[in-house]
């Protein structure tokens, strides 16, 4: 995947979990801005945007209400408190130093009942697995669950605690890109009673509110 493709994604499958009466949103690693211009075009929404680089912040710019360029995790971005009725962190949180001191912040910038929704890679996934404990391989690739830019892996428990323990209470936790298992794989499923269910995901949504 090349550069351009990289901060150009839709994101469509992630629509269905953002809120439908969510009038103000913020996208945070909004990209080229392709997933706020579908919020703003589809819902009429007031999409804002946080994107790390400056010239795809710039893109953003073009299609969003406001676009801040920087990093959410060291502080040079203020935003107004109690503002959003949803802040969207598609593919971010797991490219953070500190993803629980950036959720414990972002309480204070939703208004009442506001929800945070994210998707994470799963490190469960049955890729993931075959090539750890059949192939002995563990690397890193351009983009997917083993992104090289990422800092921090979850599982399913994982991502549930990391919300839990910022100061959030899940709503709703559903796997997504799924992938199909093999007969050696479903049979090695059933013999475990399905406890490997979780990883025909490639990816986690979480849909988490703040608690009072």
Not at 113 to 133: A, C, H, M, T
Request: with cysteine.
């Amino acid at each position: 995947m090349n550069t351009n493709q990289y901060y150009q994604h839709g994101r469509e499958e992630m629509l269905r979990f953002v809120p439908s009466g969510a009038t103000t949103i913020l996208d945070i690693g909004c990209g080229a801005g392709e997933f706020g211009r579908i919020l703003k075009t589809r819902r009429g929404s007031e999409v804002w945007g946080v994107e790390l680089v400056p010239e795809v912040a710039s893109v953003a710019a073009g299609k969003l209400d406001r676009v801040f360029a920087g990093n959410i995790e060291t502080g040079e971005i203020t935003l107004p408190d109690g503002y959003f009725d949803c802040v969207i962190c598609n593919d971010v949180l797991e490219h953070m130093v500190d993803p629980w001191r950036v959720l414990s912040m972002l309480r204070s910038k939703l208004r009442a009942n506001g929800v945070v929704v994210s998707s994470i890679p799963n490190i469960r996934y049955f890729q993931i697995l075959k090539d750890l404990v059949v192939r002995k391989k563990w690397e890193y690739k351009d983009n997917g669950v083993l992104d090289r830019t990422h800092l921090r892996f979850f599982t399913v428990n994982g991502v549930r605690d990391l919300f839990e323990t910022s100061g959030y209470q899940v709503v709703t936790l559903e796997g997504i890109d799924k992938c199909d298992f093999s007969w050696k794989f479903k049979l090695l499923n059933g013999m475990l009673l399905n406890r490997l269910d979780d990883t025909r995901y490639s990816k986690f949504v979480c849909v988490a509110r703040a608690n009072v």
